[in-house]
Structure formats: structure tokens, C-alpha cells
């Protein structure tokens, strides 16, 4: 060590590949993970099974104070994980340095990421529908304009989550909060922890980590049923890359946030003009 270098606390690997030579270190106990895992898959069976009876808690700002509170417990378990290792939360999220240009660089890349993903997504959806329809030998239900009508369980699940979108000013305000926070949480517990430590167990494979937290976030979303599962778990593994690209998490929250509050202000205009 020479004079001018100081004793750090130790910190996670960022990103796998960020200093050359240097294996990522696992930056929780195995147990922690374990049990992180096992939480966000009994709150997405949980979930699950509340859909499929056609449940709708009655008043939102209910629901989106509940999310919110687990989304809260879901970061101080990983803050807590990470002090075992004496590693800091605020690694997880990466380069998020610069000032104002840098941002708004980051925030034009998570637009283009953003668009580009939805198109991705769109033609796969799309694929499974033609797919679907020639298994089950039933021709796909085709609307104006050439779209294919989602079956009756996306239907339903649909209109599920229609009930649960802002239905006035006050409850917009309160969903742009929770898609802010929502966003922030779930990049750094998906890209940020469980990236980092699917990689570290891979002994530095990037591409384990992309792929094994991609599943964990896809399967967090049991109540968005099967089709929408996998779906996830695509875009999930868009967000790693976005993430291992960017050596950071800032594009990652920008996309996710919008997405989730683009998607909930969509369905609360359909369902406000009884489109679904």
C-alpha cells in the first residue's frame, strides 16, 4: 500500500468485469439469499392465488401503502445482508456519478432501452398467441387494426389490474410515488443483490447472474400468470444487461418506473372509458 491510499470498508464487485483479475465477491451469507428467495416466492404464490379468486382489495391507496411496506421490508433485508459482509447498500446501485449531463444521458438511454424493450416484448408476445393458437388448434381472435385479443385468463388478469389502477388526482400522486419507489427497490434487490450474487456463485460468470435473477423476477410476478411470468422474466434479463452495460442502475430505475406508471395511468383510461 503506498501513502496515498487509504483503508477501505470492503464493497461488493459493481459489476462483474468492472476491475480485471478480480473474481466478484459473494456479498451476502447464502443463508440470506435463501431466504430472500423463498419471501418474494410465497408473496408472489400469495398473490397468485388472490387473482385467481378474483379478489380485489377494496381501496387502493390500501394496496399501494401495502406494496410499499413490503417493498421497505424487501430493502432493509438486503441492507441487512450486505452489513453481515460489512458491504454498503449503496454499492449495489453501481456508477450513478456526474451531474446533469450524465443524467440525462442515462435517462435518454433508459427511454431508448425502455421502447426498444417494448417492442421486443410485443413481438414475443405476439409469437405466443400464433404459437398458442396452433397448439390448442384455435385460430387467434383478431381485432381492428390486426390485434390479437388476449385470451380469457389475460383478460381476467387484466381486469384485475385495471381495479387496482389510480382512479383520481390523489391516487395518481400516490402511484407515482410507489412506481418511484417500486422502481428503486426492485433494480437494486433484482439487478443489484441477486445479480451480483448469482455472479459471485458462478465464480464471475456474468451471464448466470443475468439469468438467474431474470428468473427470480419473473417469478416475483405470479399474479400476472404464466404468459406474463415469462414475459418478465425476458425484460428482467433486458434490465441486466441495461445494468451490466451501464455499470450501474440509474437507466434501469428510470425504465422501470415509467413502465410500471405508463402501465397503471394505461389501464385506469381504459377502464375509466369501459374499454376493459
Not at 378474483?54 to 391507496?61: D, L, Y
Not at 413490503?70 to 445482508?81: C, I, N, Q, R, S
Not at 439487478?191 to 447472474?209: D, E, I, K, M, N
Request: one cysteine or more; proline letters at 4%.
Amino acid at each position: 500500500m503506498t501513502g496515498n491510499e487509504s483503508i477501505r470498508e470492503p464493497a461488493a464487485e459493481p459489476w462483474p468485469g468492472d476491475e480485471a483479475g478480480e473474481r466478484p465477491r459473494s456479498i451476502a451469507p447464502v443463508w440470506h439469499t435463501v431466504l430472500l428467495l423463498a419471501g418474494i416466492l410465497a408473496l408472489s404464490i400469495h398473490g397468485a392465488m388472490q387473482f385467481a379468486s378474483g379478489h380485489v382489495p377494496p381501496h387502493r391507496t390500501t394496496v399501494y401503502a401495502t406494496t410499499a411496506v413490503m417493498e421497505l421490508v424487501m430493502l432493509a433485508w438486503v441492507a441487512f445482508g450486505l452489513r453481515l459482509r460489512r458491504v454498503r447498500l449503496r454499492s449495489l446501485f453501481g456508477s450513478m456519478t456526474g451531474g446533469t449531463r450524465a443524467l440525462m444521458l442515462d435517462a435518454g438511454m433508459a427511454l431508448v432501452f425502455w421502447v426498444g424493450a417494448m417492442l421486443a416484448l410485443g413481438t414475443l408476445g405476439v409469437v405466443w398467441s400464433g404459437v398458442e393458437a396452433a397448439v390448442t388448434h384455435q385460430a387467434p381472435e383478431i381485432r381492428a387494426g390486426h390485434t390479437i385479443k388476449p385470451g380469457p385468463e389475460q383478460q381476467k388478469i387484466i381486469r384485475v389490474m385495471a381495479e387496482l389502477a389510480p382512479a383520481n388526482g390523489e391516487q395518481i400522486a400516490e402511484w407515482i410515488l410507489l412506481c418511484i419507489l417500486v422502481g428503486i427497490v426492485e433494480e437494486a434487490v433484482f439487478r443489484g443483490y441477486l445479480q451480483q450474487q448469482f455472479t459471485a456463485w458462478a465464480r464471475g460468470g456474468a451471464a448466470a447472474g443475468v439469468v438467474f435473477s431474470a428468473l427470480a423476477f419473473g417469478a416475483a410476478h405470479g399474479y400476472q400468470g404464466v404468459r406474463n411470468m415469462i414475459l418478465l422474466t425476458v425484460f428482467g434479463a433486458l434490465f441486466s444487461l441495461l445494468a451490466l452495460y451501464r455499470c450501474g442502475l440509474r437507466p434501469g430505475i428510470f425504465a422501470h418506473s415509467w413502465h410500471d406508471l405508463i402501465a397503471g395511468l394505461a389501464l385506469a383510461f381504459l377502464r375509466a372509458h369501459k374499454l376493459i
